[in-house]
């Protein structure tokens, strides 16, 4: 049994395919196969079920994809806890952020990092909350941006700052006229929100789901995937919509009277760097830390008080 055959299996429980899970490990599909063959053969069982479609994990797979996932881990780790006796920030590194925060922070940190840190292969990419904690707890990647808090005993958060939210509105609404608005003022009906599985449309429905226990009606009914698109409906004329400190500073001079702030205590989210218990790669997750809040603007980095809400995720 080897290491190579363990990261074959895996590629093969992942994909449910062995052309696809022969491209993913770079190898051409009659190797992994054979690969695969003769740990079945070492074990005396049949991990896959060649025969139906997708291929199928058999039970006594199940427990050999289990065992490969934690094995693999500490193989990983070990390598890990090597390059932190080093002197330098070396070794790679997978982070994931969710799709409401990556395009703020990444495009202001990964420059700079990259060059201070020459030696670090910072893989990232973009997932929902639920995956990111999934991914943590199974050693997939090592750190995760997302909003807090998750409690979850398993999981090590780092408060980055606290983003405050605002109203971006049409002037045709009756909202405009306002100078800031109460959470009581909010008309779940006229709201343009992200996408069902983001964690900051839920936080608005729970801002709203204090006051009004409304569904969401009405002749039309749109849901988005970035800031950008829920801005232009609102400049179409109609409704309104909420967003994030960061998001609000990129809206052009001669629009921002149509930004209303909230009455104290401001809906805020908590912002945090996240990591498992397990993790031992401290170097980059402590280098990745102070890159990230050297860029953060002082006036969201400030430490949460009276004056702020913090709207849960769930």
Not at 197 to 223: P, S, W
């Amino acid at each position: 049994m080897t290491i190579t055959q363990l990261e074959y299996v895996l590629a093969v429980a992942e994909f449910k395919h062995f052309g696809k899970a022969a491209q993913s490990c770079h190898v051409t599909q009659p190797t992994l196969s054979m690969q695969l063959q003769k740990l079945e053969d070492e074990l005396q069982i049949t991990i896959f079920d060649r025969s139906k479609s997708p291929i199928a994990i058999t039970d006594e797979g199940k427990v050999v994809v289990e065992q490969a996932h934690k094995i693999i881990s500490e193989h990983k780790k070990l390598y890990s806890i090597l390059n932190e006796s080093k002197d330098e920030v070396v070794g790679e590194f997978r982070l994931s952020i969710i799709p409401t925060l990556s395009q703020f922070i990444i495009p202001l940190f990964i420059k700079e990092f990259a060059q201070k840190y020459p030696k670090v292969k910072l893989i990232i990419q973009e997932s929902i909350t639920e995956d990111i904690v999934r991914d943590l707890e199974d050693g997939v990647i090592d750190a995760g941006i997302l909003v807090t808090p998750l409690n979850n005993k398993n999981i090590i958060e780092k408060q980055l700052y606290y983003e405050p939210f605002y109203l971006f509105t049409s002037r045709e609404h009756e909202l405009y006229q306002k100078d800031t608005v109460k959470e009581e003022d909010l008309n779940i009906e006229d709201i343009w929100l992200l996408n069902k599985g983001n964690c900051f449309r839920d936080q608005v429905l729970n801002i709203c789901a204090r006051v009004r226990e409304t569904d969401l009606q009405g002749n039309i009914e749109f849901e988005s995937g970035n800031f950008e698109t829920l801005k232009n409906l609102v400049l179409s004329g109609y409704g309104y919509t909420i967003l994030p400190h960061m998001a609000v500073t990129k809206i052009p001079k001669e629009q921002q009277d149509m930004i209303k702030r909230f009455a104290a205590p401001t809906p805020t989210r908590e912002v945090s760097l996240v990591s498992s218990k397990d993790n031992v790669k401290h170097k980059i997750l402590n280098a990745l830390e102070e890159e990230i809040l050297a860029i953060v603007p002082d006036d969201i980095r400030q430490i949460h008080d009276k004056d702020k809400a913090i709207i849960d995720i769930t």
